[in-house]
């Protein structure tokens, strides 16, 4: 077996196995946040870094992850574990960390994950349905940067049922704020004689977005549900539920 394969081999069977892996200091302070690989070099030349009680200066010196206790100024540092939740989102919450006036906020329904996990874009207040949260701050400005067109589909509940010529506006993008919306898809699921149940996919995410393509076509919304989020779907999730995203949901978001 050549070099390389049996390097690629013991590589796979350190992750089957979660055995841990060595690697150099300064990319494990980058990984655990505390600066990028040249400053974090600076810092053990300068002295701060110690591992497993020694001040490490050497830029070859290795540590693994999982057993040495590394410490910046007598402070230990740890690459965070990540987690990516997904979250049945009940109306009455806000998707925000904290919130300064007391209103409940999505972070309570998450309280029982040891991290502090970030919603991943916003629902408004009275919208249920998918919404991600994790601690992995690269994933989460990926997932809500336009260029990335994350997809994302919402159940409306609307007012009337919508002409032809109001869907059509609706595909094409209808003028928020002066700006059109990005071609969108949507079609009625359901007509009663007063309410429509209209899907809307869209990979924008302005604010009250949905709200207000559909306020503008004259149908608003009475009731907003998301219910997938690029291939995440609600599933049997309860509003106020949640569960851990397997790891080919994260790669599939990836
Ligand atoms: N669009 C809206 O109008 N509201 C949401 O919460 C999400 C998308």
Partial sequence: MSRRSKAVKSKERRASTGESQHMRLQHFLALAGVASRR????LMLAGHVRVNGNTARELG????????VVELDGKRVQIEKKFYVLLNKPRGYLSSVGDARGR???????????????????LDMDTDGVLLMTNDGELC??????????????????????????MEDLQRGVVIDGVRTSPARARILRSSEDRSLLEITVHEGRKRQVKRMCETVGHPVARLTRVRFGDIG?????????????????????
């Fill in 141 to 166: 400005h990926r997932l809500t940067h336009p260029r990335f067109e994350v997809e994302k589909t919402y159940h409306a509940e609307v007012e009337g049922t919508p002409s032809r010529e109001a």
């Fill in 234 to 254: 609600l599933g049997s999730l309860e509003p106020g539920q949640h569960r851990l995203l397997s790891d080919a949901e994260v790669a599939g978001l990836l």
């Fill in 39 to 42: 400053q974090s070099e600076k």
């Fill in 61 to 68: 010196t290795k540590v693994d992850p999982l057993s040495d």
């Fill in 104 to 122: 409940r906020t999505v972070s309570e329904l998450v309280a029982d994950i040891p991290a502090r996990l970030y919603p991943v874009g916003r």
